[in-house]
């Protein structure tokens, strides 16, 4: 019985202390009230289980650190975290942990507070799963240019010259859009963008096609309102690829970020030929966008050197263009004059 309680107690402390880093992620990195009140809630539900819980009114009584043969062990990869993403990620790991073991040893002396146990610990899955989302999306990067490429816009349809013209002008970020193009050509061309850019520095994103951003290697996928719903291509890629998902209304981005995207396209901000839009909902709607501030983001639709300095205005980082520079005479000085309408990377 002792030494059940001494396991109880260790996981007890295990438990609050990993719901207690998660919190501060949430409320702190995050700002998520929403979250942060889940967890917060979970943290006094199992507070009161415990307290509630007679044998375990004993657990402190039979603690014994200095004689915890497994406080004097530990491995490297705990000593390190390369970012606060994997400081939340391992604490999620940890409270699962923790109340499984909790869950298992509590049928010993306490069956019905191992049942209520595994509903906390249900539920600490699902926390831990929107918390990893939210985390591994603040750490994806905030592309300043994303150039759209497609053949039929380019000169003399040179999609290769305009894309390595486009790296040349400063864009970040290219993302390749061949909605007409067959599987295995549109594979082929994928390998060979991310061949040029990735020396660079430069992103790929795929437009539409999880699958060909997976087998070719590119940094992620991009998604319309209609394509695959990110919630699946999250379950199909994991975090293998960034995604990134097209968005006209706040409730889009809102949804878009409970569904684990990366970034959202935030457009269209002006009237554009490239695709024809209904609804034009402006830099109005990026300045909602930019106040609510969850995920990066790129401004798209009709942007030109002309009318970049309107979003600018507003606060946009990163914009996405096609036509004003893969129609340009000269692509790379199209890249360059909207990349300098900004002041210089901090």
């Given at each position: 019985m002792a030494s059940v309680l001494r396991i109880l107690d260790a996981n007890a402390n295990r438990t609050r202390e990993a719901l207690r880093v998660m919190e501060e992620a949430a409320r702190f990195i995050l700002d998520d009230a929403s979250l942060v009140q889940s967890i917060k809630q979970l943290r006094h539900d199992f507070s009161r289980a415990v307290t509630d819980s007679a044998p375990c009114a004993a657990m402190e009584a039979h603690r014994d650190t200095p004689g915890d043969v497994g406080t004097q062990i530990t491995t490297s990869s705990e000593q390190h975290r390369q970012s606060a993403a994997d400081v939340a990620l391992a604490a999620g790991k940890r409270l699962s942990e923790s109340l499984r073991a909790m869950e298992e040893y509590a049928k010993v002396i306490d069956p019905a507070l191992a049942g209520k146990l595994e509903a906390m610990r249900y539920r600490g899955y699902r926390i831990?799963?929107?918390?990893?989302?939210?985390?591994?999306?603040?750490?994806?990067?905030?592309?300043?240019?994303?150039?759209?490429?497609?053949?039929?816009?380019?000169?003399?349809?040179?999609?290769?010259?305009?894309?390595?013209?486009?790296?040349?002008?400063?864009?970040?970020?290219?993302?390749?859009?061949?909605?007409?193009?067959?599987?295995?050509?549109?594979?082929?061309?994928?390998?060979?963008?991310?061949?040029?850019?990735?020396?660079?520095?430069?992103?790929?994103?795929?437009?539409?096609?999880?699958?060909?951003?997976?087998?070719?290697?590119?940094?992620?996928?991009h998604l319309g309102q209609q394509d695959l719903p990110c919630a699946e291509v999250r379950k199909l890629a994991g975090r293998q690829l960034i995604i990134g998902v097209s968005t006209s209304r706040l409730e889009e981005a809102q949804q878009a970020y409970a569904d684990g995207a990366d970034y959202c396209g935030v457009g269209p901000m002006f009237n554009t030929t490239t695709k024809h839009k209904d609804v034009i909902v402006g830099p109005a709607y990026l300045k909602a966008y930019l106040e609510w501030g969850k995920l990066p983001h790129l401004a798209i639709g009709g942007i030109t050197p002309a009318n970049v300095h309107q979003l600018i205005e507003v606060g946009v980082q990163g914009i996405a263009v096609s036509s004003a520079v893969c129609a340009a005479k000269d692509p790379a000085q199209a890249a360059q004059s909207l990349v300098s309408k900004w002041p210089a990377h901090d």
């Open positions: 831990e799963q929107l918390l990893n989302a939210a985390m591994a999306s603040g750490t994806v990067r905030q592309w300043r240019l994303c150039v759209l490429i497609s053949e039929c816009l380019c000169p003399n349809s040179d999609w290769l010259t305009t894309a390595r013209q486009a790296i040349a002008g400063g864009a970040d970020c290219l993302q390749l859009r061949e909605k007409d193009m067959d599987a295995g050509q549109l594979l082929a061309r994928a390998k060979t963008l991310v061949a040029l850019a990735r020396p660079a520095g430069v992103s790929v994103i795929i437009n539409d096609r999880p699958d060909v951003a997976l087998l070719s290697g590119a940094d992620g996928v």
